[in-house]
């Protein structure tokens, strides 16, 4: 039972990626001391792969299943497997590999996105790329832990509760609402102090603050060619990381501000001259909404006697209801502390941010849409979480680095998956014969428990119908 492809016949870039990260498979040693090396590291590595790629978990049992009938199997064609081992054998081997050997496979992708010219369609500020920043949670639990987990503490049961966090790093754009994820930073328990894992409150902020730290200090060359702007949260708007920042000629920063954490800005803010510019800028259910935009360059960050300088931005929304509007906007107003009345207007949203781009009339609205662009971040993680890629699913957990290293094998899907869809044409063409994503995987899945396809632009090609396309089945 295969699929033969005669031309003429469009080729996915899917097929480059999973050779790319065979190579990688390859190239990684062998972590087994034993004799017991029936699977080579590569069948192990993307036959793991192959289940977060596809997005199901049975997976391997079907393709067995097809093995078992045609000594065959779309792990063979598809992901270059010779042969298929268990599940258990799998997780054991995966759980003595670093994660940081797949991030050669982000810089791949990277480097293909670039000399197609996508990149191109995510810049900003001219030849700037946002790198947003945030961290995540994917995995918690009160028995299972590991050598990585993070350990909270909780007071009143006398117990910890176990974890695993990463710091994602990905680029985001004003211009687009896809996010290309960057290899990430996972938080390892040994980085934080005894009483920050005791500190229920502390543990994230400090984990994510640390985690950007270490990025800052020793892994920064990886993006700088980027000419990137960080985005962040409050969190990272300190003076160490704006210092360290600082340090690289060719990056800048725009970090999300607050009253609590930036007191030294808003003692300017409040007591300077601001500029300000203001724009009806839409209709939306016969509410007008005005935008106004506010800027004060060149203010200290802290009140130290040297204190580092940075520049606010703001963008405050406000809306001109109707009477029944004011009512229900009013109700929802007492229900959150940022609804004010301004002037005759409500104010219902507003973003500040600090940056150290200087800020003009020309530049302000781009710059405050640069910091808001940072929950297509989470938008991101939105979609590991609940779009099929389950980032939270216990797939197992074990000893050491099994948690990281599948999550590193899910975010590398989404990566290939959205390098596809920005990039190649099959890919879409087949993906669009369906009404939504879940169709597509779940299409996927289905025709590779019946045929077995030489390649993945072969199901493509198969799901469009191109008429080249013949499925033959080799007993008759
Ligand atoms: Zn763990």
Redesign the pocket.
Known sequence: MKIAISYPYFMSVLTTYIDDMCEISKAIPDVRRGKNCHYSMQDIIMGGFSVFFMQNPSWLAYQKLLENQHHQTNVNTLFHCEKIASDNHIRNILDKINPSQFDSMYNLILNDLREKGYLEKFKVLGNKTLISVDGTTF?QSNE??????LHKYHKKTDEYE?S?MMLGLSITSTYSKEVIPLAPIFVANSDLSESERKNNTLLKQNSEYKAFKFFCENDFSRIESLNPVIVGDALFGREPIIALLNDHSNANFIFSCKPGSNKTVYDFVDNGDLCTYKTIKRVKSNVKEEWIYEWLNNIPLTNSQTPLRVNYISLTITQSPNAEQIKKLEKKARKKSNYKTYENFLITKKFDFITDIDVSEENIEELIACGRSRWSLENEFNSLKTRGYNFEHNYG??KLNL?NVIATFILLSFLMHTAASLTDELYNLAKNEFSNRKYFFHSLFLLTQIFIFSDFSSIFNVIIGNKSCNIYNDSS
Not at 144 to 149: D, S, V
């Open positions: 995995f299972i832990c590991c050598g990585k987990c176990f695993h957990h074990g948690s």
